[in-house]
T-cell receptor, first 115, second 116 residues
Framework: AQSVTQPDIHITVSEGASLELRCNYS??????LFWYVQSPGQGLQLLLK??????LVQGIKGFEAEFKRSQSSFNLRKPSVHWSDAAEYFC?????????????FGKGTTLSVSS | GAVVSQHPSRVICKSGTSVKIECRSL??????MFWYRQFPKQSLMLMAT?????????EQGVEKDKFLINHASLTLSTLTVTSAHPEDSSFYIC????????????FGAGTRLSVL
């Protein structure tokens, strides 16, 4: 069965420090992989996506993620975290659906940024 | 980027009443729209997939008579929670997908439903 695991429920990072959020997936075929960010009470904003090609993808707000097929991982990174990055981060995998690609989400990682 | 508008952002209703939530793609035509439900501190769970002009496809365990979905046009899908009860209180989020570009989904801001 398809699934997404985000092992870290909550992470606290100092402002200016680097960040890595982990994501592992289980999928029967080549996945579509996404990272979304959600601020409190808000919808989701797409940070970046991977469909094919270069396994290191760049996204908005200085985020990047690397697809590692051998490890079934798609970890999100940022070299220097800003206080405004504090939010909920969701990793998701796309699966073929009857009409379009519905997403399966991980449970999310809450990022707190300390000064 | 593509914008999805979801309305209302918050609704409080009495038990037994019905509530309609609208999801609109503002600057693109959405061949497919998705409805998710999110419980506090939890992930998003797909409820149903709606396609313009056809019946919605519901995920296992989702009551289709309880959560009515209508996708009347390429820019509008509605979710009606019928005879709402307190256990239906949740955060509902819609997303709209396009047929090209890998079916990226763009999300609405969500609707907080509270049933008293």
């Amino acid at each position: 069965a398809q699934s997404v695991t985000q092992p870290d429920i909550h992470i606290t990072v100092s402002e200016g420090a680097s960040l890595e959020l982990r994501c592992n997936y289980s999928y029967g075929a080549t996945p579509y992989l996404f990272w979304y960010v959600q601020s409190p009470g808000q919808g989701l904003q797409l940070l970046l996506k991977y469909f094919s090609g270069d396994t290191l993808v760049q996204g908005i707000k200085g985020f990047e993620a690397e697809f590692k097929r051998s490890q079934s991982s798609f970890n999100l990174r940022k070299p220097s975290v800003h206080w405004s990055d504090a939010a909920e981060y969701f990793c998701a995998v796309g699966r073929a659906n009857q009409a379009g690609t519905a997403l399966i989400f991980g449970k999310g990682t809450t990022l707190s940024v300390s000064s | 980027g593509a914008v999805v508008s979801q309305h209302p952002s918050r609704v409080i209703c009495k038990s037994g009443t019905s509530v309609k939530i609208e999801c609109r793609s503002l600057d693109f035509q959405a061949t497919t729209m998705f409805w998710y439900r999110q419980f506090p501190k939890q992930s998003l769970m797909l409820m149903a997939t709606s396609n313009e002009g056809s019946k919605a496809t519901y995920e296992q365990g989702v009551e289709k008579d309880k959560f009515l979905i209508n996708h009347a046009s390429l820019t509008l899908s509605t979710l009606t929670v019928t005879s709402a009860h307190p256990e239906d209180s949740s955060f509902y989020i819609c997303s709209a997908g396009t047929s090209g570009g890998g079916n990226i989904q763009y999300f609405g801001a969500g609707t907080r439903l509270s049933v008293l």
